[in-house]
């Protein structure tokens, strides 16, 4: 085969892998983003019209909706920030005890749901929470003296204990890269501390920093359940609620159509400035990684580190054990001690009695892990040849590929799941079909997998796969031989983010299908609004397990990735 046969089998190779990817992307996201975006510009007549777009963009009350989110979005990445820093700094420069377990927190964003978080900090520090009942039987009042929830400071508490690990993680993973022989030869040569810091360190790990801000913005500025279920009312409504208000509630999909408009013009700039900013420091410093030296055997930093680690591994668990507990309490009245109890545990397998929703916890488990089944079964194989795709064609089109596949994160879960109740207001038959929904979860879960694999597949030695093809073998036979079977932990690691995105995702579905297809989080979102916390609990005691069992996949195969 000449050199123009071989160029013209790659090309056609590489788009024949892209085509499955393309197609999902197409039929999943593109035309559900372009149904619900497109009645941005249709009049109350029906024609199409810019008027109604520009009266949206000036009416008062959604600039004061747009002004409150960005706050809230920005606070909450400063307490991000704050908290993720100095973990940040401990990961990369120290050893102490329970440095593992700090490190694999950091995956906590992306395997908790959100719901669960939500339903924490109720059970933890609502009216009638932990804190406040032992305060209330401590003062004997008969009213909670703490309130933080329900208010803008109970968004930005949950937002910051949510998402500090998305800034440890990607902090300490390029700070870890960054040579300390730098900073040793500065001190060496008298420079102080704080000057070697601000001068040669700060600048490198500059691009990180801007870059998990800006995730941790974008995961904020389309934050959905914590708002609604901690936000109380008008004055904390955020653009994602107010979306999903004129959406489902009021059916005005042309007035949905134009705040979504907006909010995707306005989380597509942070997305492509982060996108930018990861390609300035990828893969520095990474030879010198296996040559650091890890400082911190000072017994005073050792202790800083391990105090560090324990309080931040107690305020993320804290909420999720916080959970567990309410669903083995049961408390007779305001002031009266809780006691344990199995009756909300009882109530889920229960066929019969006062307490029991056996059916409707079935259903919702049943529907979870049929979701997350056929996310996987769309994701893996789409995603993965997509990455495939990506590597092969190198150069401007490995670029672009990279971008469409990272669009859906530009894009929030209310906003697609708007797509598809526009699609399915013509289409009703559609939102009895678990598929439709499995696709939005697919959505989600895609660019997550595919840069799980597109990472491992680029670290890859080709020279194998081309000795396979010079001997003869087709280029699909050595990848499925020699490749796949490398990208092992690989694809276990994004089968478990995409298990863990699918089984606790709420805001689609419940945008879509309005709870007629109940999934644990929705029947969990819902027992919240009618007050029966322990009940919540005991079904967010089996989301937790669901997720327990993704997070320890994802960690084994991280640390399998490690060592390899």
């Excluded at 029906?46 to 747009?66: H, K, Q, T, Y």
């Excluded at 390609?279 to 520095?284: A, E, K, V």
């Amino acid at each position: 085969m000449n050199n123009d046969s071989r160029n013209r089998s790659i090309s056609g190779g590489v788009a024949l892998a892209a085509l499955p990817g393309l197609i999902f992307l197409f039929l999943f996201f593109f035309i559900p983003l372009l149904t619900i975006l497109s009645g941005a510009f249709i009049n109350e007549a029906g024609e199409i019209s810019l008027l109604p777009l520009l009266a949206s963009v000036r009416d008062e009350n959604l600039l004061r909706i747009l002004g409150f989110t960005f706050l809230q979005a920005f606070l909450s990445s400063l307490i991000a920030l704050a908290m993720g820093l100095p973990g940040a700094y401990f990961i990369a420069r120290c050893d102490f005890p329970g440095k593992k377990i700090l490190r694999s927190l950091s995956v906590v964003p992306f395997v908790i749901p959100p719901i669960l978080v939500v339903l924490g900090f109720v059970t933890i520090f609502g009216n009638n929470g932990i804190i406040n009942r032992f305060l209330m039987q401590l003062t004997g009042s008969g009213t909670p003296p703490l309130k933080i929830l329900y208010s803008l400071k109970g968004i930005l508490l949950a937002h910051g204990f949510y998402n500090f690990p998305v800034v440890l993680r990607i902090v300490a993973s390029h700070w870890e890269a960054i040579p300390e022989k730098q900073e040793q030869a500065a001190q060496l040569l008298g420079a102080k501390r704080s000057a070697v810091f601000r001068t040669i360190t700060l600048p490198q790990l500059m691009p990180a920093v801007v870059s998990s801000m800006l995730l941790v913005f974008l995961f904020c500025f389309s934050s959905f359940a914590v708002v609604m279920v901690l936000g109380g009312g008008p004055k904390t409504t955020t653009i994602e609620v107010e979306i999903f208000r004129l959406a489902r509630i009021n059916l005005d999909l042309q007035a949905a159509g134009r705040v979504a408009l907006i909010a995707a013009c306005l989380t597509l700039l942070p997305l492509l400035l982060n996108f930018g900013t990861e390609s300035r420091f990828t893969g520095i410093g990474a030879s010198d990684r296996d040559h650091r030296i890890v400082r911190g055997r000072n017994p005073k930093v050792r202790l800083l580190g391990a105090v560090y680690g324990l309080a931040m591994v107690i305020l993320v668990i804290g909420p999720l054990l916080g959970v567990v507990a309410s669903g083995f309490l049961e408390v007779e009245g305001p002031l009266a001690a809780p006691r344990f109890s199995l009756r909300w545990f009882a109530g889920i397998f229960a066929v019969s009695g006062p307490d029991t929703f056996s059916i409707t916890a079935a259903r919702s488990i049943a529907g979870s892990l049929l979701l997350s089944g056929l996310t996987l079964l769309i994701t893996i194989p789409t995603a993965t040849l997509f990455a495939l795709a990506t590597v092969r064609s190198g150069g401007k089109r490995a670029k672009l590929f990279e971008l469409t596949a990272s669009l859906p994160m530009s894009i929030s879960t209310v906003i697609l799941g708007s797509g598809y109740l526009a699609i399915s207001v013509a289409y009703p038959m559609l939102t009895s079909v678990p598929l439709f929904i499995a696709g939005a979860h697919s959505v989600i879960a895609f660019p997550f997998v595919y840069r799980s694999i597109v990472t491992a597949l680029a670290k890859i030695d080709g020279s194998y796969r081309r000795a396979a093809i010079s001997l003869g073998a087709r280029p699909a036979k050595a990848f499925a031989d020699i490749e796949l079977p490398m990208l092992e932990s690989s694809l276990f690691s994004a089968a478990a983010f995409a298990f863990a995105l699918s089984v606790g995702e709420m805001n689609a579905t419940l945008t879509l299908s309005g709870g007629s297809f109940p999934t644990l989080p929705i029947t969990i979102y819902r027992l919240i609004g009618s007050y029966q916390f322990h009940r919540a609990s005991a079904l967010g005691t089996v989301l937790i397990v669901l997720c327990a069992v993704a997070f320890l996949l994802l960690d084994r195969s991280t640390r399998k990735k490690k060592e390899m």
